[in-house]
């Protein structure tokens, strides 16, 4: 296993089985979605590019979505066989199409969380359940992309017409990281990492950016212990002395000083993998972890470990 993206949830508190309380920091990620595959015989060296959180697909630059081209085109293609292979999924799918009411199309491309992107490859493409595997190459899904790009569009106006919700084109492609891996070949193009991957670790790094507190002084910063808080003393939290004698005569470089806090990228190691909900997508990990709620982190099997 490499790493993961995902989304810090908030902290609470469980009870082991002596009864004691554990401090538990939640996270969540709903899958990390392989967008390529580096290898050492094309690029010098083996990592494998992952993405996470939905994104628009009018709203992703033209050389990202050019990276979707081939991850998609092996996730469609995995994707449709399932759905050919099965009778109650390809009715349901083909009955959307043929819905000519675009709210209750809408409706119930909603209500059953269908991934539209399928839904349009198959009336795209024409498929049926024995050419899918003949009609997707990359130089067809290019033109299947810019099709979707009409599409979104055509359906965010008549959304905006007849005032009803667009389920809009996503891709995940929020956030975008790469990580060297000396194995590559367990990793598939257009699949997903799940947090059910880290169901056999038992320690990880966390990796986050820290809460900014803006400027602070030596007090706050570094912990400086201040000078009495007398009403006779003239110092109180200031930092006192900066200078040297006469030699160097200078301040020394990496003083501790007033100055920005926070808002840097930290790493916890060694923080122990308690638990794993994996109907909720749910890590429970010891402890506190970089960034406020809702920020992102990476999780990755500890390095250090002992």
């Known amino acids: 296993m490499i ?23 939640l996270v ?32 992703i630059k033209k ?9 998609e085109l092996e996730r469609i293609k995995s994707s ?49 359940d024995s050419n899918f595997e003949n009609s997707l190459n990359k130089q067809s899904m290019k033109q299947f992309f810019e099709f979707l790009l009409a599409k979104q569009g055509e359906d965010a106006l008549k959304a905006k017409e007849l005032g009803v919700k667009n389920n809009h084109i996503y891709l ?40 900014g507190r803006g400027f602070a002084s030596v007090i706050k910063r570094w912990g400086f212990k201040g000078g009495p808080a007398a009403h006779g003393s003239k110092f109180h939290r200031r930092p006192g002395s900066i200078g040297s004698t006469t030699y160097p005569g ?3 470089k990496g003083k501790r000083m007033p100055g920005h806090y926070g808002n ?23 402890g506190a972890i970089p960034g406020a709620n809702g920020n992102w982190v990476i999780v990755r099997k500890a390095k250090r470990s002992s």
Do not use: W
């Open 3 to 25: 790493a993961m993206i995902c989304q810090k949830v908030g902290m609470t508190q469980i009870f082991n089985n002596e009864g004691k309380v554990i401090p538990i920091t």
């Open 28 to 59: 969540y990620s709903s899958g990390n979605y392989i967008l390529d595959i580096k290898t050492k015989e094309k690029d010098g060296y083996s990592a494998v590019v992952i993405s996470y959180g939905n994104k628009k697909i009018n709203k």
């Open 63 to 71: 050389p990202i979505l050019g990276k979707f081209l081939r991850a």
């Open 80 to 128: 449709l066989k399932e759905i050919f292979s099965n009778e109650n999924l390809l009715s349901l799918y083909t009955s959307i199409l043929k819905e000519q009411d675009f709210v209750k199309r809408e409706e119930l491309i909603a209500q059953h969380k269908i991934d539209k992107i399928l839904l349009y490859s198959i009336d795209f493409f024409k498929i049926n």
């Open 172 to 211: 995940p492609a929020r956030i975008i990281r790469e990580f060297r891996t000396e194995d590559v070949s367990k990793y598939k193009l257009g699949s997903y990492i799940n947090v059910s991957d880290f169901k056999d670790i038992k320690l990880v790094d966390i990796t986050g950016i820290s809460k």
């Open 250 to 252: 200078r301040v020394i």
């Open 264 to 286: 840097e990228r930290v790493t916890i190691i060694n923080l122990e993998l308690v638990d794993i909900i994996e109907d909720r997508n749910v890590m429970l990990i010891k």
